[in-house]
């Protein structure tokens, strides 16, 4: 009995291809999630892509730009659809192998052996319901793999190419979409309130991004140039107004205040404080807000209020500043930002 049951057992013994069934979504985009610690993003890849273009050894994090092996951007959730999915097929082959080894009664002398077997409950495999389609969708100017993204996603996932300029520009356009729904959400909600909380938080979000994808491109910009090697940025250099423009004083000889008229840039102080606040302080207006933004409308202890007209503003300065970088790095000869190298993110300031 029991050698045939090893029989039967050797038979699945050795490497296995499990076939797992994979969750997309109604775009056929895969959830990916970037392994890094202190990232962890969360983005998508058209699956014909991920399994055509990025390589068996190595992917890369669309928001970081962080390398690994390309298993270890499974989800949460796809690790379990995986486990449970291995668990599932060894399970049924296992109870082949017992079904066929299984003999009622055998006598030896005077012992008499009954075996029996009771297959238990095969794991049901519930696959997970995919993600709505995230909202900035990209496609790599080097290779063509499309991803998606919450916000900027500056690195292909299958070459790891930085197009910090194309990024930026999306961004800004899927900004400029949401703050246009913010303003119809009298109209779409039917309770005051909640329209009115609802567009605060797209304007919120919003103003957010706009500054962090300006910092992603900036960075980009300013290690494309020769001045970087002899003065690296330190790590998010670009999300603070002062250390940006000692930067950029020392690469092109000019600073945020000499691109933008005195309005502009008295207002892209504030919004890139109001941004800081948002982030750090969960919105409620402290001491040294008031001192650096020169905003008197409120008192420290008093919640900030972004509207969408705030939001459109720092995108219509960041857009100039942007252009204005970019034309001066071009007189100067500096090669694309679009090449820039992979750099971890957080959002300290």
Not at 222 to 251: C, I, K, M, V
Request: proline content about 4%; aromatic content about 6%.
């Amino acid at each position: 009995m029991f050698d045939d049951l090893l029989r039967q057992l050797k038979k699945i013994e050795g490497t296995q291809h499990v076939p797992i069934q994979m969750s997309i979504d109604d775009q056929a985009y895969l959830d990916r999630r970037c392994p890094a610690e202190e990232c962890g993003a969360a983005f998508k890849v058209l699956l014909d892509d991920w399994k055509e273009k990025v390589p068996d050894d190595q992917a890369w994090c669309a928001i970081c730009g962080e390398m690994d092996d390309p298993h270890d951007f499974n989800t949460p959730d796809q690790v379990r659809q995986i486990r449970d999915q291995a668990i599932a097929h060894v399970s049924g082959q296992l109870d082949q192998a017992f079904r066929a080894a299984r003999k009622l009664t055998t006598h030896a002398g005077f012992i008499t052996m009954t075996w029996s077997y009771k297959p238990g409950a095969r794991p049901m495999v519930v696959l997970a319901e995919a993600a709505p389609l995230m909202s900035q969708l990209s496609a790599c100017e080097a290779c063509g793999c499309r991803y998606a993204s919450v916000g900027a996603a500056f690195f292909c996932p299958a070459c790891g190419h930085n197009s910090a300029r194309t990024t930026f520009t999306g961004a800004l356009a899927t900004v400029l979409g949401l703050m246009d729904l913010a303003d119809r959400m009298p109209s779409i909600l039917d309770d005051r309130d909640a329209a009115a909380d609802a567009a605060r938080h797209l304007a919120e979000d919003s103003l957010v991004r706009v500054w962090s994808s300006f910092q992603r491109l900036a960075e980009a910009t300013y290690a494309a140039h020769p001045a970087s090697s002899a003065t690296p940025a330190r790590r998010n250099a670009f999300q603070n107004l002062e250390a940006s423009d000692a930067l950029w004083r020392g690469a092109i000889g000019k600073t945020y205040s000499d691109f933008l008229l005195p309005d502009e840039h008295r207002d892209l102080v504030r919004l890139v404080q109001a941004r800081h606040i948002l982030v750090h302080q969960d919105g409620i207006v402290d001491a040294d807000y008031v001192a650096k933004s020169g905003d008197t409308r409120y008192a420290v202890g008093q919640r900030l209020v972004v509207a969408s007209v705030e939001v459109r503003r720092l995108a219509e300065l960041t857009e100039k500043l942007a252009a204005a970088i970019a034309g001066h790095q071009g007189g100067r000869g500096s090669r694309c930002a679009a090449d820039g190298g992979a750099m971890r993110t957080d959002d300290q300031w």
